[in-house]
């Protein structure tokens, strides 16, 4: 496919956690730590220091996970023993792996005690420990604990002062969850947040892997710009979506639920943020690289004559329909197995309103509209014919801005398009008597979107808190027009997909006017290591700038093995979209704060979570979109994470 013109959407984004051991808000001392780490002799033969005087003393007796990369922290255990008068250890981190290791070795615990609940439960403990690092990033010294922990304000001010006294440089507490930043709020101590830290940082992978393509620099995305499907895209702005390309390295940090890591996931192509990055591949523009992206860092070289030959599948793949059905269902009538009839997304809410059985949790009511309806439409007004002939049109196939424009005149063919009366008047009966004449949003659910490998985020178009009859019709032919999206059609094309057998349905759903808003993911997307954690997105008020990338939302990790809960980056929002009086989604003038979400409302967005992927068989992860009200959840969608 030749180049394709995109428009400008811009968006403000700021950091996130770091990647694997430093991914997850840059901790130094985690359970696993890379291959060969400990191998070294150690520079020291101390087992322990009672003080550290130099960053030569430190340098000692630290260990450095992912040494010589953006993710390189220096970092020493600490032990602070309170029954010999607060006596510090500074454990030489060479030599011992974990604290448990120098305590045993130096016999200051039995073998066989209960090593959890004594060190980082009980708050008349005996030791106190945790971790000193240095952190590149904000250039300043920190000390943290394990999230689990659940030391008291007093034991953290215990611990600072005990640091402080014996160490050569200021040494600020981080803490590593919402218990201990709740802990630490009023202690008058020097604090440095994973949210100032990850401001700083200088490489994030959303998406690892490797691409062959032609480095294409762009400085400002405009409809003047042309993108090709054989590049490697290096952003100083990042956009809403993208048609499909080998590779994106963008010069601002995204998140793992912004609709073009959704997207770069779903096409397989690494996707990744290097600081300053236009300028490091500026002599790289127009040439044809081998492009690789890991957790902690990226390299390329110069393409083979192998490389570039590297051989795509171009079978194009038929979407599955029913076209035969034609009942109007509510969601309560519906089944994952109806995904062939209504699509996914409305087929996997009616699945979960009639299995996810969690007190204090809704589904909210709506009903579908089949793809039969659609296909109708598409009939009656002649426009199915207009969809068979643009792959034998040679300008429209060859000529992105022919295609973009022919996709733009289609779209408004169709919302003028006549709708079967006898439709129309049955979408607003179902609206006065099963919904009740409440505001709705009139949304997506094609035949080729929340797929198993390919999600369709932010491609089709929902029509928000629509509150009259004739807005409503309007609603139902916008979501249908929007199948024909420019960048939907591009990347149907990227995947293969026949464009005739692309089908739209759509399901009109009571709004939700949320106190609060998000996603999850029932997994960690930075570590796919770090085995049964839940990754949740947060904003106040309704969440479209989560989904649209508008502001850095609250992100937070919460982690069954230490029951914590760690607070990645908070809420960079400036205002809260809430229902407007004459419909949509409005500004509002309440200041938002940058806390979203309490220790409890996470606890229970777990909880729903882990029912919900048990409802979609509990093997693959789950994308899940949820609102908040008066502490009562709110589930609206559901799909496969794509890895």
Not at 457 to 478: D, F, H, M, P, S
Request: proline fraction near 5%.
């Amino acid at each position: 496919m030749k180049n394709s013109k995109i428009a400008l959407i811009l968006f403000w984004l700021t950091a996130l956690a770091l990647s694997a051991s430093a991914q997850m808000a840059r901790k130094p001392s985690p359970s696993r730590e890379p291959e060969g780490v400990m191998s070294k002799k150690p520079d020291s033969k101390e087992r322990s220091l009672p003080k550290i005087d130099s960053r030569e003393a430190f340098d000692t007796v630290a260990r450095v996970y992912h040494q010589g990369t953006p993710y390189a922290l220096p970092h020493v255990m600490f032990i602070i023993d309170r029954r010999s008068k607060n006596k510090i250890y500074y454990v030489n981190s060479q030599k011992y792996r974990f604290h448990k290791d120098f305590l045993l070795a130096n016999y200051l615990i039995p073998r066989g005690s209960n090593f959890f609940e004594d060190i980082y439960i009980k708050q008349d403990r005996r030791f106190m420990v945790g971790t000193i690092a240095w952190q590149a990033p904000v250039e300043k010294f920190t000390f943290e604990l394990w999230e689990g922990d659940l030391a008291s304000d007093k034991l953290i001010k215990m611990a600072y002062d005990t640091i402080n006294a014996t160490f050569f440089a200021e040494v600020a507490y981080k803490p590593n969850s919402i218990r201990q930043d709740e802990a630490s709020e009023n202690l008058e101590i020097e604090r440095v947040t994973a949210d100032e830290i990850s401001k700083n940082q200088e490489y994030l992978a959303l998406n690892t892997g490797e691409a062959v393509g032609r480095i294409h620099i762009i400085d400002k995305l405009d409809d003047t710009v042309e993108i090709g499907s054989n590049e490697i895209l290096v952003l100083k702005e990042l956009p809403l979506n993208l048609p499909p390309v080998r590779g994106i390295i963008v010069a601002k940090p995204s998140t793992p639920l912004s609709h073009v890591n959704i997207l770069a996931k779903g096409w397989g192509v690494p996707n990744v943020y290097i600081k300053n990055a236009d300028k490091l591949y500026k002599d790289l523009d127009g040439k044809v690289i081998k492009f690789t992206a890991t957790l902690v860092n990226a390299t390329y070289e110069p393409a083979s004559l192998e490389d570039i030959k590297n051989k795509f599948t171009e079978e194009q793949v038929s979407a599955p329909a029913d076209l035969e059905t034609t009942r109007i269902a509510t969601l309560r009538q519906m089944r994952k197995k109806d995904s062939v009839i209504y699509g996914a997304k409305a087929a996997n809410l009616g699945e979960m309103m009639n299995s996810v059985k969690i007190p204090n949790t809704i589904v909210p009511d709506g009903f579908g509209i089949p793809y039969y309806y659609y296909d109708k439409f598409m009939t009656d007004n002649g426009f199915d014919e207009t969809v068979n002939n643009f792959e034998f049109d040679y300008n429209f196939v060859h000529n992105p801005s022919v295609r973009r424009k022919k996709l733009e005149e289609f779209r408004a063919r169709i919302q003028n398009g006549k709708m079967d009366e006898k439709l129309r008047a049955e979408i607003i009966r179902r609206w006065k008597t099963q919904l009740g004449g409440k505001a709705v949003f009139v949304r997506s659910s094609s035949n080729v979107e929340d797929l198993p490998n390919f999600s369709g985020a932010g491609l089709y178009k929902t029509v928000k808190n629509v509150k009259e009859e004739e807005k409503i019709i309007e609603g139902v032919k916008t979501v249908w027009a929007s199948l024909w999206n420019f960048d939907a059609y591009e990347s149907r094309v990227r995947n293969f997909v026949k464009q005739v057998s692309c089908q739209m349905g759509v399901f009109i759903q009571v709004g939700v006017n949320m106190d609060a808003g998000g996603v999850m993911i029932t997994k960690d997307p930075f570590d796919p290591e770090n085995k049964g954690v839940l990754y949740v997105s947060a904003v106040w008020g309704h969440n479209d700038p989560i989904t649209k990338n508008e502001w850095v939302p609250e992100q937070l990790l919460y982690n069954p093995k230490s029951n914590a809960i760690q607070i990645l980056t908070l809420s960079q929002q400036e205002t809260v979209l809430k229902f407007g009086s004459d419909g949509d989604l409005v500004e509002t003038k309440e200041k938002p704060k940058r806390r979203v979400l309490t220790d409890v409302n996470v606890r229970s967005l777990v909880r729903v979570a882990n029912r919900v992927k048990q409802v979609f068989g509990g093997k693959k992860a789950q994308d899940i979109e949820w609102g908040m009200i008066n502490g009562r959840i709110y589930l609206l969608q559901a799909r496969p994470y794509i890895d």
